[in-house]
């Protein structure tokens, strides 16, 4: 470290030598790039992350209202069936004077007994009140009672309502000691009517926390939730703090972000609170990392540029002595550096004066010599596909001349066949001209198989001009061809079918061979459902070897390589009669370049 400290306190004493240049230019380019890209990638990265904690937690706190709007639903679902129901309530509430007093209690008793099934129906909710305008009113659990209930604003709010429900919260009633506290309550009110006719009231009665719990269940727990009824009282708050600004939707300010979601339903408001500040936390930590990779890269620079620059300034002051004593006329003193960068070149070159012309030259030369024998190797490498096409040609022209049409056309199949592979590096072709090929193949293969084989091509005219990968049948119909027909040693049929809709191609192989035994058919079965890993043969090695006889099991990887696990093949075959391959692929009506 002393030695280190040294060093620099001499560096930045003699500002004008080259090292103290060479360490400065080193130290301020690497600071200045360094900073560059990482403020660069720090800023996009951080946006990045700020944008979708942002994002998170709107859908977090509009999935906590929307879960709010359920439980609100479930209620008015049974608040609804209360004031509804003409057996239970509406013909006792709006019953006839006069009638026999046993019959009057069993009508009471029969609402008595359905106020109390409401009451066990649902866990939460912890009292039922059925309010007649004839005087009458029933109660299950413990609700909050009313000296007088057609004097508080509330039930004129429900009564006004003509039907619909009302949401409210109720935290006193008129038997309670003004110094105690009662917990809140959540109450639905509903007005019952008889042909158009109001003629009472029921009241749903819920604990206030069925709320909190709604909230509290959400996934940001740092999260304060503000809910207010349609009249802009709150309902609910999570924790104290400031009123909101106002605001539509989404808004972010003074570091705290802000999301409203209002009901239809409800005519309730939610609006979420969060600090920006708690959901960008990654963003910090990410910050302060950097910061303490800058820096310890600083230091690395720091002290790499004191022995880069100390190693190149001192060969510079040894080839410095050397010339002086070249130039004292010590010529024979020509020891070169034993060093391998420009310093030691340059040494190298002045050491030996007039004899490294020779050296030059003769370096000129062999570079001159491997650059041509470099030439002559790309030239033949352009030569070699020309001279295999002239050599079919010339076969082809020999079997024309002896009257041999076999050898000639399996000669012309095969040069259209490579002809068409080569002539471009696209990976894909379009279906028609795949279907050319296989075509060219199969006239080959004919003259090979002992038995006659019928290819049948359906095609859908929609599916024609849609681009596949270069040749991707042409394993499948290799597979049916030799592996099922020709064992068979009979004739051989194969149908190859390609539809078009909802946005997939299907293409299936089917041939009357051999098929596939059962548990050949399931271990294939397993290796096409297995997924995709990275030592598995890509797709580009794959179309180097159109004709290495790839089977299905490539072909499906080939597949999911270029298009994902949602595209494969499937596989059908009895043994003794048949055999099908059905492929998917997604419709591409574009260049590759343009298929996301």
């Given at each position: ?313 001192n060969n510079l002051r040894r080839l410095r002595d ?45 570079r001159e010599q491997q650059k041509r024998k470099a ?45 068409d592979i080569t002539k471009n590096d696209s990976e ?169």
């Amino acid at each position: 470290m002393k030695t280190i400290m040294n060093n620099l306190l001499l560096l930045f004493s003699v500002r004008r030598t080259i090292q103290a240049q060479i360490f400065v230019s080193f130290l301020v380019l690497s600071m200045l790039t360094l900073s560059g890209v990482t403020w660069i990638w720090y800023a996009s990265t951080a946006e990045t992350i700020k944008r979708n904690a942002i994002q998170d937690a709107r859908s977090n706190i509009v999935q906590s209202h929307n879960n709010l709007e359920i439980v609100l639903k479930d209620f008015v679902s049974i608040i609804t069936l209360v004031s509804i129901d003409r057996t239970n309530v509406v013909e006792v509430l709006n019953r006839k004077k006069g009638l026999t007093p046993y019959i009057d209690f069993l009508l009471q008793k029969k609402l008595e007994d359905f106020v109390g099934s409401l009451y066990s129906y649902k866990p939460y909710i912890s009292a039922v009140t059925i309010i007649g305008f004839n005087g009458e009113q029933y109660n299950s659990g413990s609700p909050y009672r009313f000296s007088s209930y057609d004097q508080q604003p509330w039930f004129r709010e429900i009564v006004k309502a003509n039907g619909k429900p009302v949401f409210l919260r109720i935290d006193r009633d008129d038997y309670t000691p003004s110094d105690t506290t009662l917990k809140p309550m959540l109450v639905i009110g509903r007005a019952i009517k008889s042909n158009d006719k109001t003629i009472g009231v029921v009241l749903l009665y819920a604990p206030y926390d069925i709320i909190r719990k709604v909230y509290d269940n959400g996934p940001l727990s740092t999260t304060r939730f503000i809910v207010m009824d349609n009249h802009n009282q709150t309902m609910f708050e999570s924790r104290a703090g400031d009123k909101p600004p106002d605001f539509q939707d989404v808004l972010e300010k003074d570091g705290q972000l802000y999301v409203k979601q209002k009901s239809a339903f409800s005519g309730w408001t939610t609006i979420g609170a969060v600090s920006v500040d708690s959901l960008i936390n990654d963003t910090v930590t990410l910050r302060n990392r950097m910061f303490g990779v800058i820096g310890l890269t600083l230091v690395a620079v720091l002290l790499v540029s004191i022995v880069i620059s100390r190693r190149i300034t001192n060969n510079l002051r040894r080839l410095r002595d050397r010339m002086f004593k070249i130039d004292e006329g010590n010529l024979n003193y020509v020891t070169p550096l034993q060093s391998k960068d420009e310093v030691g070149h340059l040494s190298q070159a002045f050491s030996k004066q007039m004899g490294q012309i020779h050296s030059l030259l003769e370096e000129v030369k062999w570079r001159e010599q491997q650059k041509r024998k470099a030439e002559i190797k790309a030239l033949q490498a352009q030569i070699d596909p020309h001279f295999l096409y002239n050599t079919l040609n010339t076969i082809q022209f020999l079997a024309q001349l002896q009257q041999v049409p076999n050898i000639k056309e399996v000669t012309t199949s095969l040069i259209e066949l490579l002809r068409d592979i080569t002539k471009n590096d696209s990976e894909f072709t379009t279906l028609q001209d795949e279907i050319t090929n296989l075509q060219r193949y199969v006239n080959i293969q004919s003259y090979r198989l002992v038995q006659p084989v019928s290819v049948h091509y359906e095609v859908e005219d929609e599916a024609q001009h849609c681009l596949i990968p270069r040749m991707l049948i042409q394993p499948l119909l290799e597979n049916a061809l030799i592996h099922g027909i020709e064992p068979t040693k009979r004739k051989g049929i194969v149908s190859i079918k390609v539809q078009a809709a909802e946005n997939r191609l299907t293409i299936v192989v089917t041939d009357n061979g051999a098929g596939i035994p059962e548990d050949k058919l399931a271990r294939l079965d397993r290796l096409l459902q297995e997924p995709l890993h990275p030592s598995h043969q890509s797709a580009s090695d794959a179309s180097k070897n159109r004709f290495s006889g790839l089977g299905v099991i490539n072909v499906a990887q080939r597949v999911r390589l270029l298009f994902g696990n949602d595209y494969s093949l499937r596989l059908y075959s009895q043994q003794g009669l048949f055999t099908t391959v059905e492929m998917t692929l997604p419709i591409l009506l574009n260049n590759r370049e343009d298929v996301s």
